[in-house]
């Protein structure tokens, strides 16, 4: 069973194209909301806290989810902190639940920094999901009611969507949505093949 990572930059559309995977019957690991689930853990708190202070924390001892965006979207250093922190568990958390998958012949990891975080090296192919830089900004600024400068920011913390596109080994191009459904399928069955031909 093939695992498959799935990224794009932020705004590209990735959690759309997954569903119509999902669709398909394919597993699909979200590792963006696994990140968040980590989050809530206790011991990463403490941890968190310990690597940003107690000012990231709620009165009731949470994360302060707003305050940590800020920090590490200012930062490239904060960020590689914090995800020093979630991606080992989030890696370890993929693996045992690509074991426990059966039945199809490939699973499929969503996450917005793959290439970032050095990941793509545990896969067996890299799909990555792009759409023209201002739809990007434009969705982002409607679904999350940011400020452009905001999204522009977070941008500045990822990869630059050429060079995902040139790494990858699968391109769904998400700027027009009748033209994604015949490429996941496309990508689905070739999948498929390569399964079945390891």
């Known amino acids: ?12 559309g990735k959690t759309t194209v997954c569903k119509v995977f999902e669709l398909l019957d394919v ?30 924390l709620t009165p009731s001892r949470q994360i302060d989810r707003k305050k940590l965006a800020s920090i590490v979207f200012e930062s490239p250093e904060a960020l590689k902190k914090l995800n020093a922190i979630i991606h080992p568990r989030v890696r370890e958390d993929f693996e045992k639940w690509h074991a426990m998958q059966s039945g199809c012949n490939y699973t499929l990891q969503e996450a917005a920094i793959l290439f970032e975080s050095g990941h793509y090296r545990f896969f067996d192919a890299i799909i990555v999901v792009a759409a023209p830089r201002k739809e990007r900004i434009q969705r982002v600024c409607n679904r ?45 069955d070739q999948l498929k093949n390569l399964s079945s031909a390891k």
């Open 1 to 12: 069973m093939l695992k498959v990572g799935l990224t794009g930059n932020i705004g590209s």
């Open 27 to 56: 597993p699909v690991y979200h590792a963006d909301e696994r990140g968040k689930f980590f989050l809530e853990k206790t011991e990463v708190i403490r941890e968190v806290a310990a690597a940003f202070g107690q000012e990231v």
């Open 144 to 188: 999350d009611g940011v400020s452009e400068n905001e999204v522009i920011k977070r941008m500045d913390n990822q990869l630059a969507q050429e060079e995902k596109v040139q790494r990858a080994d699968f391109v769904i191009y998400n700027h027009d949505p009748h033209m994604v459904l015949p490429r996941v399928l496309e990508i689905h």
